[in-house]
């Protein structure tokens, strides 16, 4: 069986350990940078052919929704369009630009209070790599703490493919003429023999492999999110294609609606909420490190939110792949303001709405809440 302790032993020629940091030129011990307010900031810019083989990072700074509104950016030998682009916070799995502990391989946050996040996904390139900090915050960061750990090669590979990650986000719309009727609660759900309204994970040109996501779900109801199927469209495929999924859960390796912390090396739940059923805020991740998605020409990779795509959530993701450049370019980033977290559902507007189902019962003074109307 493979193992990643197995390679330590040879010696490797021509291959030469690096760091960029951020410490103190001086000697002294202010071991970071400040990036002001509305600036961009190159804290890496390698020449020639290597591997970034790992990148730590913290910030302070008194936006506390700096993990939203910073962006990283990566380039590989010296394209124009960045190969990753996404908030600081969901490319490294916090969403919501939270601070909460989250362990997989290739990413993790870590102590204190997931404030340290790491990165060790291998970034190859040829003829150069920039990595770049937006900060588009109205606060300065004050202190920006970071690692790049990377190889200097006399040469790469020629199959070596390109790291990618890429952020989106959708409000989703309820698609069924039914409305909101997941487990049919509220009518017979409807069939979805396509990926028309699913929520995207990536729509990816060129030949690569996809190795994974995270996957941020805001839920606004109580209703189980996850009956959605996960679709992958490979090459040019129609529905169903040849990678066609039974349910949300499934998809991220559990089952049964699950509502608990795991957290495994591939898979797993690094947040989840606390409110009536499955309302509010759960992170899901899945890991194709052992069973990577191979695609010579393309790949569409979508889920549906619901059954037949029948429920209002707040979907956030990021894909991870590699490929070969150049690559699609992607959309242009959302704005600031339309990366704001959606309002919390609370108490308040849980009892308005069993207000407005008192009125449709005919406000009954001893309604429970389970009766329906003859």
Not at 189 to 200: E, I, T
Request: with cysteine; charged share 25%.
């Amino acid at each position: 069986m493979f193992s990643p302790l197995g390679g330590i032993p040879i010696l490797r020629k021509g291959v030469k350990t690096k760091r960029i940091s951020s410490f103190d030129r001086t000697g002294g011990n202010r071991d970071c940078i400040t990036i002001k307010a509305g600036a961009t900031c190159d804290i890496a810019v390698i020449p020639g052919a290597g591997i970034i083989k790992h990148i730590w990072i913290t910030i302070g700074t008194r936006d506390r929704f700096i993990r939203r509104n910073a962006i990283i950016r990566m380039y590989w030998d010296g394209e124009e369009n960045p190969s990753v682009e996404s908030p600081i916070g969901d490319f490294f799995g916090q969403g919501w630009g939270e601070c909460y502990n989250f362990i997989s391989l290739p990413l993790a946050a870590a102590p204190s209070g997931g404030r340290a996040i790491n990165c060790y996904f291998p970034m190859p390139f040829a003829n150069g790599a920039r990595i770049s900090i937006e900060n588009q915050s109205d606060e300065d960061i004050g202190s920006f703490y970071y690692y790049v750990d990377y190889e200097i090669h006399e040469k790469l590979p020629e199959d070596m493919g390109r790291f990618h990650a890429w952020w989106n986000r959708e409000i989703t719309g309820v698609h069924p003429e039914e409305g909101e009727t997941e487990w049919s609660v509220i009518a017979p759900q409807g069939k979805n023999p396509s990926v028309a309204h699913n929520y995207l994970f990536a729509d990816i040109e060129g030949k690569g492999h996809f190795v994974g996501v995270n996957y941020f779900v805001d839920n606004p109801g109580p209703m189980w999110y996850g009956e959605g199927d996960d679709m992958w469209l490979v090459d040019g495929e129609p529905w169903p294609g040849s990678l066609h999924g039974t349910g949300t859960e499934d998809f991220f390796n559990s089952s049964w609606c699950p509502n608990e912390i795991y957290q495994h090396p591939y898979f797993g739940y690094a947040r989840i909420p606390n409110k009536l059923g499955w309302m509010g805020r759960t992170h899901c991740y899945r890991f194709f490190l052992e069973d990577p998605i191979c695609f010579e020409k393309s790949l569409h990779s979508s889920i549906e939110h619901g059954h037949d795509n029948a429920l209002t959530l707040d979907l956030c993701s990021v894909a991870y792949w590699y490929q070969t450049e150049p690559h699609k370019p992607y959309p242009p980033m959302r704005s600031r303001e339309e990366r704001r977290n959606m309002p919390e559902i609370g108490v308040r507007e849980i009892h308005r709405w069993r207000h407005e189902w008192r009125k449709n019962m005919g406000f009954g003074k001893t309604l429970w809440g389970n009766e329906e109307k003859e």
